[in-house]
């Protein structure tokens, strides 16, 4: 028979918080969009590693070598959970800002960059110039538009960057056609997949995405330890982007940096234990994914059924109801700040959500037509219906004071 697979647990689903009038009530963690909480198996595996852990590459030791074998391990993990062409680079990073930045450090002189103004700043700043696209109003325009973009490029390398999921909107970015206008151009595309990989499987070799970053702690798994994966050539032809042990082959009068992209770019004692937490994350998840895509489906349209049903809550959408999008929802509510409204979640219902304009402000002042902030919700493994619910309510509440 079809064996089916539980929902990963996270730790902490279950944790009570204090209210202001004294009691407490069960954490309803609805900002996993910031960072999801750990997994119990990426607890378990850290656990398994801590008796040899040790540092890597460079001691001959048995727990080097363990460590060693773990880490280099979770490379091929991270790769298989990419779908990445079996010869890409694939280099830990701290983050998905970490990673952009070491792409931004190794893109060729006088490469044109073009990114979609929708950006998360991790994504639009660390370009030296780069060629800033509005907010297309449709999928489609998103795609003629970086089209003509890179069509009117300077000749030479193009780079298109854009990201797979808003963390502002939660909609899902049309990465196989923009791969596509890329590639038709001559151009590479850099996908921020910060944002999708906790909710949905990637395949970079089927999508045709030359490199994708992401974070580990927004994927069930501690902070500080990140990826960056994609072609290898502009790595390993770049200087290290840190300096050090590990990025030097031999140091004498002058010095040879090591040949590999990996090496190069991660100089001194890497994170092994976020490293192998978060390859744990992408095993556990890889396992899972029908299940927790569906859950999250249903989840995520009760929410937003919810929300389209209160007159004083407007829900921000770039391509409309539509579009598909996972499990992100920001909204603004008419007559609150974005943080009288989180602070009341909080205090009076046990509910985390973020407010502000969450480093994406030019996306957010599209959105909102102006300055002002917004209210965002965001679902993961550990959401439940209950949550949603008492969202709901906490907001039918508020808004009828
Ligand atoms: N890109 C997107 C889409 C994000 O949501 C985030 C985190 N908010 C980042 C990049 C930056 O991630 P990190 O803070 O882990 O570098």
């Known amino acids: 028979g079809v064996r089916v697979r539980p929902i990963p647990r996270v730790i902490g689903a279950d944790v009570p918080v204090p209210l202001r ?5 069960s954490y309803a963690n609805l900002d996993y969009a910031a960072s999801a909480p750990c997994l119990e198996a990426v607890h378990e595996a850290v656990i398994r590693a801590l008796p040899y852990y040790s540092s890597v590459h460079r001691g001959a030791g048995y727990a080097s070598q363990v460590t060693t074998g773990a880490y280099e391990k979770a490379r091929e993990t991270v790769r298989t959970f990419l ?3 079996r010869r890409s680079a694939v280099v830990f990073t701290r983050n998905t800002t970490d990673s ?5 450090h190794a893109v060729p002189a006088g490469t044109s960059v073009v990114v979609f103004e929708t950006e998360h700043h991790a994504s639009l700043l660390p370009w030296k110039r780069a060629v800033r696209l509005p907010a297309p109003a449709t999928p489609a325009e998103a795609v003629s538009a970086a089209d003509r973009a890179l069509r009117e490029s300077p000749i030479g390398s193009r780079l298109l960057v854009v990201t797979a999921a808003s963390n502002v909107t939660g909609e899902l970015w049309p990465l196989a056609e923009l791969a596509q206008v ?3 151009n001559g151009a590479r595309i850099a996908v921020d997949a910060a944002q999708l990989v906790p909710h949905r499987p990637v395949d970079m070799t089927a999508l045709g995405l030359d490199y994708v970053a992401f974070s580990g702690h927004k994927l069930y798994a501690p902070f500080g330890a990140g990826v960056l994966a994609g072609r290898a050539d502009w790595l390993r032809a770049a ?7 590990g990025a030097s082959a031999s140091v004498g009068e002058t010095t040879h940096w090591a040949p590999s992209a990996e090496q190069r770019h991660e100089a001194g004692s890497p994170n092994v234990l976020g490293v192998i937490a978060l390859a744990a994350a992408c095993d556990t998840l890889s396992a899972a994914w029908e299940a927790v895509a569906a859950r999250e489906e249903h989840l995520v349209q009760r929410l937003r059924s919810g929300l389209a049903a209160l007159p004083h809550v ?3 959408t770039l ?18 700040t974005a943080r009288d409204v989180a602070l009341a979640l909080s205090d009076e219902h046990g509910i985390g959500v973020r407010d502000g304009k969450f480093c994406a402000h030019p996306f957010v002042r599209h959105l ?4 002002g902030t917004a209210v965002r919700a965001s679902l993961g493994l550990g959401t439940t219906a209950e949550h949603i619910d008492r969202l709901l309510a906490a907001l039918t509440e508020l808004t009828s004071r």
């Open 239 to 245: 200087g290290p982007y840190l300096k050090g042990g």
């Open 368 to 371: 909102l037509d102006g300055d």
């Open 100 to 104: 952009m930045n070491l792409l931004a």
């Open 182 to 184: 890329a590639h038709r």
């Open 83 to 85: 779908g990445a062409w």
């Open 21 to 25: 009038n004294g009691g407490h009530v």
């Open 319 to 336: 391509w409309g109801d539509r579009a598909p999008r996972v499990g992100i929802v920001s909204f603004a509510v008419d007559g609150w």
């Open 314 to 316: 407007r829900e921000l």
